[in-house]
């Protein structure tokens, strides 16, 4: 999705910048872990493959990422490759039955040294902030593993519920509509600074 293209969001520990090709090297080295693989659902990609994914999370209109930076890495270095910590994705889609637009939204802390800190949590209040502000979307939804405990507390602590379990999948789905009540949850809970660059 274009709408990023020019964004930089800054949180206190994180930065979030659009995906580029710049990033693509260290992204796919990420993917060849066969576990953070696993961790994703995510299929292994050839290089020209994940330069292409990158086009596409450029180009379409139904997808939305971000790369996460560490912020204390980005102000040591001012190196966005050196800095990469993970990504942060929002996938649109629309409810047959209710007609809402819904965002599934996905988190993934990539280096193992820059788990715990805190950055994941802000990561996806940030998305979670620009994506109310700037799309036209009714409920956000994500699907966790089932064995992803750490996850579903972050998003029940987002006050998102749980909304069904399906055990071929191993995978439980939690949802958060938007509502004037959330609105000023998420308001209290997020400062951010946009940045066009």
């Known amino acids: 999705m274009r709408l990023n293209e020019k964004t930089r969001?800054?949180?206190?520990?994180?930065?979030?910048?659009?995906?580029?090709?710049?990033?693509?090297?260290?992204y796919h080295q990420w993917m060849s872990n066969e576990a953070l693989r696993q961790l994703t659902a995510s299929e292994e990609l050839?290089?020209?493959?994940?330069?292409?994914?990158?086009r596409s999370w450029r180009?379409?209109?139904?997808?939305?990422?971000f790369i996460v930076l560490s912020a204390d890495l980005y102000a040591q270095s001012k190196d966005e490759i050196a800095a990469m910590v993970g990504d942060t994705?929002?996938?649109?889609?629309?409810?047959?039955?209710?007609?809402?637009?819904?965002?599934?939204?996905?988190?993934?802390?990539?280096?193992?040294?820059?788990?715990?800190?805190?950055?994941?949590?802000?990561?996806?209040?940030?998305?979670?902030?620009?994506?109310?502000?700037?799309?036209?979307?009714?409920?956000f939804e994500v699907k966790i593993d089932m064995d992803n405990v750490?996850?579903?507390?972050?998003?029940?602590?987002?006050?998102?519920?749980?909304t069904r379990r399906v055990e071929v999948f191993h995978e439980v789905t939690l949802e958060r509509s938007i509502t004037a009540d959330w609105n000023k949850w998420l308001e209290e809970e997020v400062q951010l600074k946009i940045e066009s660059y």
Do not use: C, W
């Open 9 to 26: 969001i800054v949180g206190h520990r994180v930065i979030l910048v659009p995906y580029e090709a710049k990033h693509v090297p260290k």
């Open 46 to 54: 050839s290089l020209l493959e994940e330069y292409a994914m990158q």
């Open 59 to 65: 180009e379409d209109n139904d997808k939305l990422t």
């Open 89 to 139: 994705n929002l996938f649109l889609h629309q409810d047959e039955d209710s007609e809402q637009t819904i965002a599934e939204a996905e988190i993934m802390i990539a280096e193992q040294d820059s788990r715990g800190k805190g950055y994941g949590r802000e990561a996806m209040l940030l998305m979670l902030k620009y994506a109310r502000d700037h799309l036209d979307i009714d409920k």
């Open 150 to 162: 750490i996850s579903q507390r972050m998003f029940q602590s987002f006050q998102f519920v749980e």
